[in-house]
């Protein structure tokens, strides 16, 4: 099984900013969501915990499974740019993202979806058929991508859809 978590509340998303790559640790309500995963996924014997390097996934990964986390890159937070940490309702949109023509460095949503799919596929190539229990920690954004890859992109491209609220998770088998 894949267990697909989004880290606990950091005080960005408390303020309702956009988190990307400069974003925040764990706030005290964050660790208390973390704990509560903890709490909810104890019956779960983990073989492998991956998280995206932000220092937000890495606690909420290592706090729920008390196990040290997988870094991996391919994980991490969809590149805001000149977005991240901006209030939400202050961005100008492109769909689901930060319009690229407006802030500089945001990540093109498709490499970002061919970014997650390819480290899902790498995933269910090594492990597929293997009865284990994978925990992923992420991101509103990776979680999404994530539930994509199971449930397929939507019509309207938004991956959002799938995505977890703060320390909730979501549980996924390959095929």
């Known amino acids: 099984m894949i267990y697909v978590i989004r880290h606990g509340q950091t005080d960005l998303n408390k303020e309702g900013r956009l988190q990307g ?3 925040l640790q764990l706030n005290e309500f964050g ?3 973390a ?12 073989n492998l915990v991956y998280s995206s ?5 890495i606690q909420t990964a290592e706090i729920a499974t008390g196990m040290k986390a997988i870094i991996d890159n391919k994980l991490d937070v969809f590149d805001l740019g000149e977005a991240d940490t901006l209030k939400r309702g202050e961005v ?8 690229s023509s407006v802030y500089r460095g945001v990540e093109d949503i498709n490499s970002f979806i061919k970014r997650i799919f390819e480290f899902m596929h790498q995933l269910q190539d090594a492990y597929g058929t293997k009865d284990v229990n994978i925990l992923l920690s992420g991101h509103r954004c990776t979680t999404g991508c994530i539930g994509a890859y199971f449930e397929g992109i939507p019509k309207d491209g938004n991956v ?8 909730h998770f979501k549980i996924y ?3």
């Open 173 to 175: 088998k390959f095929n």
């Open 53 to 57: 390097p932000q220092r937000r996934a």
């Open 92 to 99: 100008k949109m492109a769909g689901v993202v930060p319009d």
């Open 21 to 23: 790559r400069q974003g």
């Open 31 to 33: 660790i208390e969501q």
């Open 160 to 167: 959002l859809r799938y995505s977890s609220d703060n320390g």
């Open 35 to 46: 704990k509560s995963l903890r709490e909810r996924l104890k019956d779960i014997k983990f």
